[in-house]
């Protein structure tokens, strides 16, 4: 039994009603997907498809229904007019429940799309959360493995810095010894001066002692023989007086110069004494400066400290690019680079590469730029240095003084690079040209 034809507007309108509410549930769904959907347009091609795919859906369901609501119009309209517009109702309701039926599909198709993206969606995002983990474990196995290398290197400066002091030690202990040696001997030889003063002054006045027993002799003698003489000997007596006293004053003016040419020796002898103290003196003051001066030439040169420092670079080199990094992984840029605070020389340099290239050709350059920002370029011009097939270790560099700024290196020319995944590292090496530690207040 077929429905009236107020029946099935009826049935038309409510049908109408349920796919006004089905639409709206739809459009607020699509501009949920959309909204949701927006922050992964520009990371994914297919998201962004899929996001412009919804928009387009979402004009088509805004077109749909005001298809709708024309529709609804219409449909009051033939209430209106019903006799005279029965055949065409019942064509505007087939067409609606077709349209209908279309609109159903649709939802279910996108629901499908939907799911089907997010899907796609939760597994690049789970994909990126695990290559990121395991890109932090190698991060943390290199720090790691940089932090022993530095322990070491720690280690074997502090070794070279022990045996430095060790030989400084055995050096002063030398020095000390030689210095003891030298002032034993010089008491040695002054005691044995001293010995030969005494025995020459024991020698003059044994002389003098004889010469002096020898006369007395002599006159005692001559007293008896002239005691035991007659009168007729006095004047051979009184010639012998003369003669006796001649000899005397010739004696006295011997022992007299005697003495004197002692006493003129004694004199030299003490001057040349002196002379010899002073000498000594003046010897071991110009020793002890010189030992002072070595002492402070030392500390000097041990402020003078050698540094390293270690830049890392991956991936393709570029011309003119600073790809280095010096601490954490930021690269460098002309005027930013290894930060040094003190004037100092480049004494050295080495480049490792770890490639798959086989014709690899690398030129660089070590640019300075000051405190201020501004490029230095010393007067034997910047370092510069090439990298081949082979691992570059340099020492043979001019002694260039740099003052206080940044070194950055700068690549000039590359060949032959095509391994993305290649790794280079530039280990710096720098002295001091001042003196660095703690200075306690004078």
Not at 56 to 69: H, P, Q, R
Request: aromatic share 6%; charged share 20%; proline share 2%.
């Amino acid at each position: 039994m077929s429905l009236s034809l107020k029946q099935q507007l009826n049935n038309a309108n409510t049908d109408l009603t349920t796919l006004e509410g089905e639409v709206g549930v739809l459009r607020t769904e699509t501009r949920e997907a959309v909204a949701f959907h927006h922050n992964f347009v520009t990371s994914d091609e297919n998201i962004t498809i899929l996001v412009n795919r919804t928009t387009d859906n979402a004009s088509k369901i805004g077109t749909l229904e005001t298809t709708t609501l024309s529709q609804a119009g219409e449909i009051d309209v033939l209430e209106t007019d019903i006799a005279t517009n029965s055949s065409r109702i019942t064509n505007i309701n087939n067409a609606f429940t077709a349209t209908t039926d279309q609109i159903k599909l649709d939802l279910a198709t996108e629901t499908t799309n939907r799911t089907s993206a997010d899907t796609t969606l939760q597994a690049n995002i789970d994909a990126e959360a695990l290559a990121r983990t395991n890109a932090d474990t190698t991060l943390q196995s290199n720090i790691d493995a940089e932090a022993a290398t530095r322990l070491a290197n720690d280690n074997t400066l502090q070794s070279n810095l022990d045996a430095e002091a060790l030989a400084r030690t055995n050096s002063d202990s030398l020095l000390q010894g030689n210095i003891d040696s030298e002032a034993s001997t010089r008491l040695a030889n002054d005691t044995t001066l001293q010995t030969y003063i005494d025995s020459e002054a024991s020698a003059r006045a044994a002389a003098v002692l004889a010469e002096e027993n020898r006369a007395l002799s002599a006159e005692s003698t001559l007293n008896t023989k002239i005691d035991t003489l007659d009168g007729s000997l006095n004047l051979a007596i009184g010639n012998e007086s003369t003669i006796r006293f001649t000899a005397d004053t010739g004696l006295q003016s011997n022992i007299d110069a005697e003495a004197l040419a002692r006493t003129n020796a004694d004199t030299t002898l003490q001057s040349n004494i002196d002379i010899e103290k002073g000498l000594r003196e003046n010897a071991d003051t110009t020793l002890q400066t010189n030992i002072d001066t070595e002492a402070t030439n030392r500390t000097n040169a041990d402020k003078r400290m050698t540094f390293v420092s270690v830049g890392e670079a991956e991936g393709l080199l570029t011309v003119n690019d600073y790809p280095f990094a010096f601490g954490f992984g930021s690269p460098s840029k002309a005027g930013f680079g290894l930060a040094i605070p003190f004037n100092f020389v480049i004494v050295g340099f080495a480049i490792t590469a770890d490639s798959s290239d086989t014709h690899r050709s690398i030129a660089f350059s070590l640019e300075h730029y000051d405190v201020n920002g501004n490029l230095f370029t010393p007067q034997l011009g910047n370092v510069t240095g090439s990298l081949g097939m082979s691992n570059v270790y340099n020492t043979n560099l001019f002694s260039v003084p740099y003052p206080p700024g940044n070194i950055c290196i700068k690549i000039k020319t590359v060949q032959g690079l095509s391994d993305i995944n290649a790794r280079y590292r530039f280990t710096l090496f720098c002295q001091s040209l001042d003196e660095l530690g703690y200075a306690p207040p004078s």
